[in-house]
C-alpha cells in the first residue's frame, strides 16, 4: 500500500527555470491539494482540486500551474522558478464523499538559486 | 481562508510530564472540523487527533486529548506522560465541512527532554 508519493523528494534549481514537482497516489481519492511550508507561515494552500480536470485557487496560486488528468497524479509546476519559492511542498489526498481527514506526502524540499 | 492562531512558537517539557499547546481560530461556520498535525524531523505530516464542532465532547486519542471551547473559539492539545519521540512541530488546522480545505497555524515546536 504505497499511500500518496512525492516526487522528487530534494530539488535544487536556478531563478528562471521551469520545474515539475509529482504526487501520486494510490486510493483513488476524488480530492488531492498542494501546499507550501514556510517558517512563520505554517502550510498555506497552493491549489486543489476536487476531480479529474476540475481544479481550484488556493490561498497562494501565484507562480505556480496544475493539472489533473488521471485522478491518481497531481503534478505542480513552477512555470519560471523565483526564489521566493524555496519552500517544501506538500501534496494530501481526501476521499471526499463525507470524510474529513488529509492524508499527506512526505513532502519536496524545493531550493531556487 | 479561516485564521488559525498558534500563539507559543517553541515550548519545552520534560519527559513523563504534561504539555499544553494552545490555537485559536476565526469562524463565522457553526459546522466545522478541528486537527492537531504532529511534524517529527522526519518532514512527514502524521494526524493527532480531530474534533467535530458539533460535538461537545472532548475528543481523545491515548496521550493526546483536547480542550474544544466553541464559544471561545479555542482548541488547544494535551501532551499527558510526554515522551521523547514527542518532539515535533505541532500544527493546528482548521477545515469547514465540506469544503476539504486545511487551514494552518504557523506551528508549535515542543522538545521533551530526557
Known amino acids: 500500500d504505497a499511500g500518496i508519493t512525492q516526487s522528487p523528494r530534494y530539488k535544487i534549481t536556478e531563478t528562471g527555470r521551469q520545474v515539475t514537482l509529482m504526487c501520486h497516489q494510490t486510493?483513488?481519492?476524488?480530492?488531492m491539494f498542494w501546499y507550501r511550508q514556510d517558517l512563520g507561515h505554517g502550510l498555506r494552500l497552493i491549489y486543489y482540486?476536487?476531480?479529474?480536470?476540475?481544479?481550484d485557487k488556493g490561498e497562494v496560486p501565484d507562480g505556480y500551474v496544475v493539472s489533473r488528468s488521471k485522478t491518481e497524479n497531481f503534478p505542480l509546476t513552477l512555470e519560471s522558478a523565483t526564489r521566493s519559492q524555496t519552500s517544501v511542498y506538500f501534496c494530501?489526498?481526501?476521499?471526499?464523499?463525507?470524510?474529513?481527514?488529509?492524508?499527506f506526502g512526505p513532502g519536496t524540499r524545493l531550493t531556487v538559486l | 481562508a479561516q485564521t488559525v492562531t498558534q500563539s507559543q512558537p517553541e515550548m519545552s517539557v520534560q519527559e513523563a510530564e504534561t504539555v499544553t499547546l494552545s490555537c485559536t481560530y476565526d469562524?463565522?461556520?457553526?459546522?466545522?472540523?478541528l486537527f492537531w498535525y504532529k511534524q517529527p524531523p522526519s518532514r512527514q505530516m502524521i494526524l493527532v487527533i480531530r474534533?467535530?464542532?458539533?460535538?461537545?465532547q472532548n475528543a481523545t486519542e491515548n496521550r493526546f486529548s483536547v480542550n474544544f471551547q466553541k464559544a471561545a473559539k479555542s482548541f488547544s492539545l494535551k501532551i499527558s506522560d510526554s515522551q521523547l519521540g514527542d518532539t515535533a512541530m505541532y500544527f493546528c488546522?482548521?477545515?469547514?465541512?465540506?469544503?476539504?480545505?486545511?487551514?494552518f497555524g504557523a506551528g508549535t515546536t515542543v522538545t521533551v527532554r530526557a
Open positions: 469562524t463565522s461556520e457553526n459546522n466545522y472540523y
Open positions: 488546522a482548521f477545515m469547514k465541512i465540506n469544503d476539504y480545505k486545511l487551514s
Open positions: 486510493w483513488s481519492h476524488s480530492y
Open positions: 482540486s476536487a476531480a479529474a480536470d476540475i481544479t
Open positions: 494530501a489526498s481526501l476521499a471526499g464523499t463525507g470524510t474529513d481527514t488529509q492524508y
Open positions: 474534533q467535530e464542532a458539533y460535538k461537545q
